[in-house]
T-cell receptor, first 113, second 113 residues
Framework: KAGVTQTPRYLIKTRGQQVTLSCSPI?????VSWYQQTPGQGLQFLFE???????NKGNFPGRFSGRQFSNSRSEMNVSTLELGDSALYLC????????????FGQGTRLTVV | DQQVKQNSPSLSVQEGRISILNCDYT??????FLWYKKYPAEGPTFLIS?????DKNEDGRFTVFLNKSAKHLSLHIVPSQPGDSAVYFC????????????FGQGTRLTINP
């Protein structure tokens, strides 16, 4: 069974640009969450999608947005990039409902220059 | 306000001995807890979880203990192996049914031969 797939693995963008990251969850999983990891702030929750609906949102500005498609694949978009957005962005896949285990992808390393 | 804390940034243990990683939390509304292992530039790997209604969960070499009155959980690894060297994150979930993981800052475990 394939794991969580995130693309691309690495990305370099310029300040002011926008970026879209993609996440394909484990087959059959309906919940996709996004997290940002930085050396200073650690792992922080961005948002969760379940059945194409955003169910939870973390404390990030509106420049961070996401969506989920009918096949459960999810995209995360960051507009007007800032240097501080440089981070490892992680996607977590979960079956949904009451189960607990969330399985993470390898992440996308975004560098803003 | 750091709701999940791992007060030891690092821990060094001899191969074959027990590794004990600790985590404290402040929010009594957390409904389940998870431990993840992480290598640099990779996504976290799920290890074990425990519901807030239990006080112990065991899976092979890994055991998690939860002390709700003290708002404390610990991960025991017995026996410790060199491949266990990694950063370990404690995470707590805030919303029943949905997912919003709050992570600790991590503890770097080094297993010495």
């Amino acid at each position: 069974k394939a794991g969580v797939t995130q693309t691309p693995r690495y990305l370099i963008k310029t300040r002011g640009q926008q970026v879209t990251l993609s996440c394909s969850p484990i087959s059959g999983h309906r919940s996709v969450s996004w997290y940002q990891q930085t050396p200073g702030q650690g792992l922080q929750f961005l948002f969760e999608y379940f059945s194409e609906t955003q169910r939870n949102k973390g404390n990030f500005p509106g420049r961070f947005s996401g969506r989920q498609f009918s096949n459960s694949r999810s995209e995360m978009n960051v507009s007007t990039l800032e240097l501080g957005d440089s981070a490892l962005y992680l996607c977590a896949s979960r079956l949904g409902g009451g189960d607990t285990e969330a399985f993470f992808g390898q992440g996308t390393r975004l560098t803003v220059v | 306000d750091q709701q999940v804390k791992q007060n030891s940034p690092s821990l060094s243990v001899q191969e074959g001995r027990i590794s004990i990683l600790n985590c404290d939390y402040t929010n009594s509304m957390f409904d389940y807890f998870l431990w993840y292992k992480k290598y640099p530039a990779e996504g976290p790997t799920f290890l074990i979880s425990i519901s807030s209604i239990k006080d112990k969960n065991e899976d092979g070499r890994f055991t998690v203990f939860l002390n709700k009155s003290a708002k404390h959980l610990s991960l025991h690894i017995v026996p410790s192996q060199p491949g266990d060297s990694a950063v370990y994150f404690c995470a707590a979930n805030l919303f029943r049914g949905a997912q919003k993981l709050v992570f600790g800052q991590g503890t770097r475990l080094t297993i010495n031969p």
